[in-house]
């Protein structure tokens, strides 16, 4: 328990006190008591201070130790310099209840607090959870809370914001623009000068916004007057700028043409062969295999340097149904070296086929017999090199075996300019 001092050096004061007057009082002979009372003293020292006969009971040092002329209450006793006999005061103090009041505590080892509250202190300058405080809880709480992509998602990010306050401008220069939108038409050009017409409830244009063109159009009624007089040989002539009126047609008002026999032969042609269908008068009969004939076969004028496009239409057929026939163009003056080139497409049972023409006087592949009567076809186109006649020629495939190229074939020639 604390020491009462003011109690002991009261004590100490009233025994030295004592000595004193029995010092002056008893004589040498009485020594003795003297001595008892002076021995009493010195054990009530050594009670308070220790053992005062073996040098002071503090420390290993000798004399006494020095402080300030005043210190704070309660407050800590520091040493002041390294010999162990001065002390000075200090900002740290204990109350008498035990509370350690100080501005800063630094702990290079264990700090144990137990039974205590500790505040102000966060858990990154601890290191670790206090006892009680769940720091270690709360920072993990904080760890997982920014490993987040977007912990606050009614908020933006920091990109988002950036990007709103970027719209924000682009908005307003765009607002201040007079035409933002040169490729629409604005509302204030709507009915306006150089701008648009507007609709009205029946998807029209509005007669206010429709110029008088009574000035420049002849009215309706004047043109059905001068419908009204047109006769059935009659006709409507402009007059003027908006006017008309009724015309007959009279001698002269029409271009007129006669077409001579020249101008149905020209070029060398025929006339049924230029403007229409020709045919033959007989049936093309031979059993050659050779030349085969062109007797009864279409036939046409041709002249050197002009092209022809010739088109024949008739019925064949053959002796036997296992023998073929050929055919091919040639050529009055015997000349082969004309350019052609063609198709003959005709029927042989229930098949079509298609030999190529390929030249003047070259004859076409062997075809397909046919006992039946069946259907020919020959598009050629021709240029002439020669002159004269282009007759088609026909041949058996087989010698003896008969090919029939029947009378009534159609043909004709369109000289190509």
């Given at each position: 328990?604390?020491?009462?001092?003011?109690?002991?050096?009261?004590?100490?004061?009233?025994?030295?006190?004592?000595?004193?007057?029995?010092?002056?009082?008893?004589?040498?002979?009485?020594?003795?008591?003297?001595?008892?009372?002076?021995?009493?003293?010195?054990?009530?020292?050594?009670?308070?201070?220790?053992?005062?006969?073996?040098?002071?009971?503090?420390?290993?040092?000798?004399?006494?130790?020095?402080?300030?002329?005043?210190?704070?209450?309660?407050?800590?006793?520091?040493?002041?310099?390294?010999?162990?006999?001065?002390?000075?005061?200090?900002?740290?103090?204990?109350?008498?209840?035990?509370?350690?009041?100080?501005?800063?505590?630094?702990?290079?080892?264990?700090?144990?607090?137990?039974?205590?509250?500790?505040?102000?202190?966060?858990?990154?300058?601890?290191?670790?959870?206090?006892?009680?405080?769940?720091?270690?809880?709360?920072?993990?709480?904080?760890?997982?809370?920014?490993?987040?992509?977007?912990?606050?998602?009614?908020?933006?990010?920091?990109?988002?914001?950036?990007?709103?306050?970027?719209?924000?401008?682009?908005?307003?220069?765009?607002?201040?623009?007079?035409?933002?939108?040169?490729?629409?038409?604005?509302?204030?050009?709507?009915?306006?000068?150089?701008?648009?017409?507007?609709?009205?409830?029946?998807?029209?244009?509005?007669?206010?916004?429709?110029?008088?063109?009574?000035?420049?159009?002849?009215?309706?009624?004047?043109?059905?007057?001068?419908?009204?007089?047109?006769?059935?040989?009659?006709?409507?002539?402009?007059?003027?700028?908006?006017?008309?009126?009724?015309?007959?047609?009279?001698?002269?008002?029409?271009?007129?043409?006669?077409?001579?026999?020249?101008?149905?032969?020209?070029?060398?042609?025929?006339?049924?062969?230029?403007?229409?269908?020709?045919?033959?008068?007989?049936?093309?009969?031979?059993?050659?295999?050779?030349?085969?004939?062109?007797?009864?076969?279409?036939?046409?004028?041709?002249?050197?340097?002009?092209?022809?496009?010739?088109?024949?239409?008739?019925?064949?057929?053959?002796?036997?149904?296992?023998?073929?026939?050929?055919?091919?163009?040639?050529?009055?003056?015997?000349?082969?070296?004309?350019?052609?080139?063609?198709?003959?497409?005709?029927?042989?049972?229930?098949?079509?086929?298609?030999?190529?023409?390929?030249?003047?006087?070259?004859?076409?592949?062997?075809?397909?017999?046919?006992?039946a009567r069946s259907p020919v076809a020959i598009l050629l186109h021709y240029h002439c090199t020669g002159s004269?006649?282009?007759?088609?020629?026909?041949?058996?495939?087989?010698?003896?075996?008969?090919?029939?190229?029947?009378?009534?074939?159609?043909?004709?020639?369109?000289?190509?300019?």
């Amino acid at each position: 328990m604390p020491v009462d001092w003011d109690a002991q050096i009261q004590a100490m004061k009233d025994d030295l006190e004592e000595m004193e007057r029995l010092g002056r009082r008893l004589p040498a002979s009485k020594g003795a008591a003297f001595l008892a009372l002076a021995t009493a003293i010195v054990g009530r020292m050594e009670a308070v201070f220790g053992d005062v006969g073996s040098g002071g009971g503090g420390g290993g040092g000798t004399g006494d130790v020095e402080g300030p002329a005043s210190a704070t209450d309660n407050a800590l006793v520091r040493f002041d310099g390294t010999t162990g006999k001065a002390i000075q005061n200090s900002s740290a103090s204990l109350s008498d209840a035990g509370l350690l009041t100080t501005t800063s505590v630094r702990a290079t080892g264990s700090l144990d607090a137990t039974g205590a509250t500790i505040t102000g202190i966060s858990a990154a300058a601890v290191g670790a959870d206090p006892a009680g405080t769940g720091a270690a809880a709360a920072a993990a709480a904080v760890a997982a809370h920014e490993a987040l992509g977007n912990p606050h998602p009614v908020y933006l990010t920091a990109t988002e914001g950036a990007a709103t306050f970027e719209a924000f401008g682009a908005t307003a220069t765009h607002a201040g623009l007079s035409d933002p939108h040169p490729g629409y038409v604005l509302e204030t050009r709507e009915g306006a000068a150089l701008g648009i017409a507007t609709l009205d409830a029946g998807a029209k244009v509005p007669t206010g916004q429709i110029p008088d063109l009574s000035a420049t159009y002849q009215p309706l009624d004047a043109d059905l007057t001068a419908v009204a007089s047109l006769s059935t040989t009659g006709f409507i002539e402009r007059t003027g700028p908006g006017t008309a009126t009724a015309r007959t047609l009279a001698s002269g008002d029409l271009p007129s043409h006669t077409h001579s026999a020249a101008d149905l032969t020209s070029g060398g042609v025929s006339q049924l062969a230029r403007l229409g269908w020709s045919a033959t008068s007989g049936t093309a009969t031979t059993a050659d295999n050779s030349t085969g004939t062109s007797t009864n076969t279409p036939s046409f004028v041709v002249t050197a340097g002009e092209s022809y496009l010739i088109e024949i239409e008739g019925t064949i057929d053959t002796g036997s149904a296992t023998t073929g026939w050929r055919c091919r163009f040639q050529e009055s003056d015997g000349a082969s070296s004309s350019l052609c080139v063609g198709r003959a497409m005709y029927v042989s049972g229930t098949s079509i086929y298609s030999d190529i023409i390929s030249g003047a006087g070259t004859w076409t592949v062997a075809g397909n017999g046919s006992t039946a009567r069946s259907p020919v076809a020959i598009l050629l186109h021709y240029h002439c090199t020669g002159s004269g006649t282009l007759t088609l020629a026909i041949r058996s495939e087989s010698l003896g075996s008969t090919v029939n190229l029947y009378g009534k074939t159609l043909f004709r020639a369109l000289r190509i300019p």
